[in-house]
């Protein structure tokens, strides 16, 4: 058969670029958009050595003050920022005045597990976003209250959770828990029953394999930066609706990714980079980005991506990368022009 007559354009892609088209759940600066000389004069309820906006006058922030401990906090108060300073502990009263806080951020300071005492997170019955992002957190936080939409303890040393700290928490639909000491064992079963998650990020931390009991509801999966060394074949069944999963930076191998472990039809992008594969895993047709660069892939086979080639039968692959592999484009099959036929951009060198 010759079937070379669909367009087919090669970008041979050098150097670094931004390979994801979004990432809506990363970590960002929810403050209102402002600049601290933008802050009004503190209102009469706010604590005198933090600002409080004239025209939100809910939120307070205390950031950049090097303290050790928390200012007083007026009631009225949803907002509370302490960023970038040296905290170390929470009294469980610390927040009495103000149980209806609903975004608590306390990235960048020098808390300990230990010193936040008893319920005080608990205790706050509209809470919805907290952030411990660079602390000295040793365990996840917890008790938390089920309110919770947010949580995100980014850049600690968790290595520690206990097997109930999310039951009950219904609307958690995102949890960031990158660059932690976080292995399978502590993980398995932590995150069942949340069914409203979402977003799970547990990259740049100790897996050796993925964890078990994950929720079926989940879009976004990101394990990058692990010693994950293999899939089992069943372990993506389950999901109902997971459409971006990071698995690059491990230590996959062909022998590790049986038959169709990777075939999930609800999957719009997979990064297989920077792992230890000789062949190209098979992936469900619907896929539309697939990131495979530095590996020791040298067999392009039409057949991870189209089992049959036809009217309907292709591939929706847009972006594949290549790079870093040992392939050539003399070793690409003249099939594939047929079943990759969405193709925008395929990087070889
Ligand atoms: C609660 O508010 C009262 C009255 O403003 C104040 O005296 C007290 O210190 C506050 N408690 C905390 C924990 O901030
Ligand atoms: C974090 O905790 C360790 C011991 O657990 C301590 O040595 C270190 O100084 C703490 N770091 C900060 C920033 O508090
Ligand atoms: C969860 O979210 C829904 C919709 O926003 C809300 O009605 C419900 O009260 C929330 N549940 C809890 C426990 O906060
Ligand atoms: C992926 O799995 C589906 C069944 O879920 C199957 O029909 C399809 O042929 C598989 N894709 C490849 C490339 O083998
Ligand atoms: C690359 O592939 C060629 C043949 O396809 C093989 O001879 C060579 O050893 C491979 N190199 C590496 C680094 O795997």
Sequence with gaps: MHLNTLPLFFFLISGIFCQYDYDPYYPSEPDYGYAPSMYGPSTAVCAPECN????????????????????????????????????????????????????????????????IKGRVFAKLKNLKKLHINYNNLTEIVGPLPNTLDDLQLTHNKISKANPNTFE???????????????????????????????????????????????????????????????IPAEYFKGFKALQYLRLSHNKLT??????????????????????????????????????????????????????????????RVRHLRLDANNLTRADLPHELYNCLRMAAEISLE
């Design 254 to 315: 062909d022998s590790g990714i049986p038959g169709n472990a990777l075939n999930i039809s609800t999957l719009v992008e997979l990064d297989l980079s920077y792992n230890h594969l000789k062949s190209i895993p098979t992936v469900n047709e619907h896929l539309e980005n697939y990131y495979l660069q530095v590996n020791q892939i040298n067999q392009f086979p039409v057949s991870s991506f189209c089992k049959v080639v036809g009217v309907l039968a292709y591939s």
């Design 52 to 115: 409080c906006p004239i025209t939100y006058p809910t939120a307070m922030y205390c950031d950049n003050l090097k303290l050790k401990s928390l200012p007083i906090v007026p009631s009225g108060i949803k907002y509370l920022y302490l960023r970038n300073n040296m905290i170390e502990g929470i009294e469980e009263n610390a927040f009495d005045n103000v149980t209806d806080l609903e975004w608590l951020i306390l990235d960048n300071n020098h808390l300990e597990n230990s010193k």
């Design 168 to 230: 009950g928490l219904v609307n958690l639909t995102v949890i960031h828990l990158q660059h932690n000491a976080l292995s399978e064992d502590t993980l398995s079963g932590v995150f069942k029953g949340l069914n409203s998650l979402l977003y799970l990020d547990l990259s740049f931390n100790k897996l050796s394999k993925l964890p078990l009991g994950l929720p079926p509801n989940i879009l976004m999966l990101y394990f990058d930066n692990n010693q994950i060394t293999n």
